[in-house]
């Protein structure tokens, strides 16, 4: 299953690399992902679960396009994160992602 | 407060940690339309309830057509965190959806759809310290600009060992000197302090006289104008994607470490359409 999903996202990495201008850094993804996070996600440091790379997501490269968002991993261009919008729902595809570390949002207290 | 210490004013938005809240469209009114360049304008806007931001962070700008349709697009604020207004330097694309109207249209007293600030990756501020090397490929200069605002600031009032504490340099690629954006307030403020250096390299004509590069940044300007790696200077690169991967890979050559070297690819272009 997983080898199938990686054929297929190959197929797309390599129509998305023929646009490779148009490659940005995982701060274009910013303003989408904080309808989905609440803490800003740039400075996370996530795990690229196609190599173990760890890298701040700031420093991954983002493609965007009219129906979606997709982040990359920097060494080894597998997807990490896949968003797209559709008139009703958005769509997150986080299995690029083993792990995702966020700094210091505390967890609410009851006292 | 002591000689030895910078004045840091702390930005609303604070540096410090914590549960951020969800960042929210707000209605901003423009104040002024400032005029940069043949191409480009600066936006001065007030914000409601801003929540103040850091150097190098940006804005989303949504625009509403009256059948509905949205076009949005991110802008660099040029601003410094110490500012009560935000500004945002908008370059003319000639086929550009939104940024046609940014600089024609828009006049003191209308509003815009905005929301942020967005992306605390790409940002600095004084007590981070330095050595500070930016490089700008046109429109990037926007957010570094906001930096060296904010370095100005906090440094105001500094001992000049607190200020080579913090040493800038700046270099910025532009096409013509027409180009360039904050032409004047980039030459004070290199004239007014010694601790920073800036560098312009024309890259498609220059005025009579030009003593500067003119030429594309490649690894030997770099070499010249950065520290070495072993001062491990932080390093904000920003403009077209082409510009912004070349200089991160050569700056990477040269022996920095890439987790110092921060990037804000602008896309092809280099500005948002």
Redesign the interface.
């Known amino acids: 299953m997983k080898g199938d999903d990686m054929r297929a996202s190959d197929e797309r990495a390599a129509d998305e690399r023929a646009d ?9 993804a ?2 989408i992902l ?2 989905v996070f ?3 996600l ?2 996370a440091r996530a795990t690229c679960a196609n190599c173990g790379t760890i890298r ?4 991954l490269l983002v493609y965007a396009h009219g129906m979606g968002t997709v982040i990359r991993c920097p060494a080894c261009g597998a997807v990490v994160l896949r968003i797209a919008r559709t008139r009703t729902h958005l769509w997150l595809d986080p299995t690029g992602a083993s792990l995702v570390v966020m ?4 967890a ?1 207290s009851v006292t | 407060m002591s000689s030895g210490t910078l004045v840091t004013r702390e930005p609303r938005g604070s540096s ?5 809240p ?2 929210a469209w707000r209605l901003a009114t423009v104040v002024d339309v400032v005029t940069e360049t043949p191409r480009a304008r600066t936006l001065v806007l007030d914000v409601p309830d801003w929540p103040g931001h850091r150097a190098g962070q ?1 804005v ?1 700008v949504r625009l509403t057509a009256d059948d509905g349709y949205q076009a949005q697009r ?1 802008f660099s604020i040029a601003s410094a965190p110490e500012d009560v207004r935000i500004a945002l330097t908008v370059q003319r694309l000639d086929d550009g959806e939104v940024s046609p109207h940014l600089t024609d249209v828009l006049r003191a007293g209308d509003r815009l759809e905005l ?2 600030p ?5 940002v600095w501020e004084a007590a981070l310290g330095g050595p500070l090397l930016l490089v700008a490929g046109g429109s990037g200069i926007v957010p570094l600009m906001a930096m060296l605002r904010h370095r100005a600031t906090a440094l105001v009032a500094a001992s000049m060992q607190a200020r080579h504490g913090v040493p800038a340099r700046l270099l910025y690629s532009a096409r013509r000197w027409d180009d360039v954006f904050y032409r004047r307030e980039l030459a004070r403020l290199a004239e007014d302090d010694e601790t920073l250096e800036v560098a312009l390299t024309l890259t498609h004509e220059v005025p009579a006289g030009w003593t500067g590069f003119r030429r594309l940044i490649d690894r030997m300007m770099l070499a010249e104008v950065a520290w070495p790696p072993a001062e491990r200077p932080h390093v904000f690169v920003c403009g ?3 510009l912004v ?1 070349a200089v991160a890979a050569a700056l990477v050559e040269l022996g920095h470490d890439p987790e110092l070297v ?7 272009t280099g500005g948002s359409a």
């Open positions: 490779e201008t148009l490659r940005l850094d995982g701060n274009a910013a303003g904080s309808e609440v803490p800003d740039t400075t701040a997501m700031g420093a700094a210091g949002a505390p609410s | 410090v940690p914590s549960r951020a969800k960042i940006h989303d991110s929301r942020g967005i992306g605390g990756y790409f077209p994607t082409p991967e921060k990037t804000e690819r602008f896309g092809p």
